[in-house]
């Protein structure tokens, strides 16, 4: 999900979910991952991407 130059990468997993943020005017090939500095803007994007998800059925189905 991305909100003007800040880009928050989510990848899913059963197991674990892992979330990068990036600012993409500074760092264009998403090479410094700010999540650590920026827990709050991360926190609103991951509630906007789950809300989008939740609403679109986008979650992946678990395998038996």
């Known amino acids: 999900i991305r909100f003007h130059c800040i880009v928050l990468l989510y990848f899913y997993d059963?197991?674990?979910?892992?979330k990068e943020l990036y600012n993409l005017e500074v760092d264009?090939?998403?090479?410094?991952?700010?999540?650590?500095?920026?827990?709050?803007?991360?926190n609103d994007l991951d509630l906007k991407w789950k809300a989008w998800a939740n609403s679109h059925f986008v979650y992946p189905k678990k395998s038996n």
Do not use: L, P
């Open 28 to 42: 264009r090939i998403e090479s410094h991952n700010i999540i650590s500095e920026n827990h709050d803007i991360a």
């Open 14 to 18: 059963f197991n674990k979910n892992t």
